[in-house]
């Protein structure tokens, strides 16, 4: 019996220590839960944090990309101009052996040169005299001729007379106000057009790599010119109408004869997209490419006989003088810059014209005032002869399709036309800066160029996605 009462003691006894162990048992599982409560808590604000870092991470790779992209731009650059400095360094003593040489000859050529000018000073004499007399002998005839038809219409004959004399000064210029005609295009990715001089003929450049040459008056495909390897970015006709050049993103300039449609010049030397090209005159032609550098070429050699670096990619080159010694050119830096072609330096850089790249400028036939298009969808105005700007032209509904639209001035110079996103035609007064007229319902897309017609009766315009449409 004691034995038992012992045991059970002892039972009871490690029954205590048991519910002792398991009290601190509870105690430890507690502090374990909460220990793994807040490292679950850590856990969680480590991944937002390692989120974040990704995120920053992402946005300093792409950064990086675009430093070391600069980086690269840069380098070719620099590449350029060094290769330039070499050129020229080598130009340079070949340039003072000719100068000597040339110093010897000048002497002989001054005493030559004085009696060139004063025969040169009796023919112009000469020929002044001749074409006094012609424009005399027509105004006698216009004006015997309006005596003679007076007698029975005196009002019909007195504007008769005017339209006449009017004609023989300068084209009348129609605003247009609706489709004259429309002319399907077998291209379909047009990126300019031109006119020839005497408005018969239409010149088409495409991705298609072909200039397409098409009949004014009758709409039709008169001849279709190859020999490029990539699109075509600009066409245009010498002042004879009887060479029409394309430039191309195969870094070349190509020159066809239009009577023939045989391939005259092919022009290469640019590195990179050529994205315009005009005649200066009928034997020479500059070139701004995409490689940021401006070409002249002589077609009578048949080569570059100068290359003027403009440290920006050139959308678009004008002559401003009738000899092609003053050029202007649209660049993708948003500005405008005048060159002397006989130096290679710019005399004028015109900042603030535009807030996003110019894709065209133009002069007018006085040569007084440049004119150009930009991503910005406005119409600079630049006086010439104080180089400031004399206003901004735009519209609320004017938009330019990208990537290069071309515009035109009027052969009066009083007016500018340019094509739209929206496929309407948009013409303003440059005088006034007044939108003059907005005409639609041809175009369905945007109009990557309009031309208009030296003889001032209606304005071409392209299509990007093909067709061409004459306005009157």
Known sequence: MLELEKTIAQLKDERADLYKSQSIN?????????????????????????????????????????????????????????????????????????????????????????????R??????????????????????????????????????????????????????????RVMRKVDTPDKELNALAISLDSSIIATGSNDRKVVLYDTKAGNVKMTLSGVTQGVMAVAFNYAGDLVLGSSNDCSVKIWQVGTGRSKHTLTGHIGKVYSARFTDEDRVISGSHDRTIKLWDLNKGFCTKTIFTLSSCNDVCPLSGDGTLIASAHLDTNIRIFDTRSGQVIRELTGVHGGQVTSVEVTPGRDVLVSCGRDSKIGVVDMRMWGILRT??????????????????????YTACGGLDGNLYIWNILTGKCERVVSGAHSTGICGAVWAPNGREIWTAERGGGLVAWG
Do not use: C
Request: no cysteine.
């Open 120 to 177: 040169w000073i009796l023919l112009k004499q000469d020929e002044a005299r001749r074409v006094n007399e012609a424009n005399e002998f027509v105004e006698t005839t216009l004006r015997t001729k309006a005596e003679a038809s007076r007698a029975t219409s005196p009002l019909s004959s007195r504007r008769t007379s005017e339209v006449a004399y009017l004609d023989t000064r300068q084209p009348l210029i129609a605003m247009p106000t």
């Open 26 to 118: 509870s105690m430890k599982m507690l502090e374990l839960l909460e220990g793994t409560r807040l490292n679950e808590a850590k856990v969680e604000e480590v991944a937002d944090e390692n989120k974040t870092l990704k995120a920053s991470l992402t946005q300093l790779q792409l950064k990086f990309a675009d430093v070391q992209e600069l980086i690269k731009e840069k380098d070719h650059v620099i590449q350029i101009l060094k290769d330039e400095l070499a050129t020229h360094q080598l130009e340079l003593h070949q340039r003072e052996a000719e100068l000597k040489k040339a110093q010897e000859s000048n002497r002989s050529l001054e005493h030559e040169n004085k009696q060139l000018i004063d």
């Open 393 to 414: 032209l735009s519209h609320e509904t004017f938009a330019v399709a990208p990537p290069h639209t071309r515009l035109t001035i009027s052969p009066d110079g009083a």
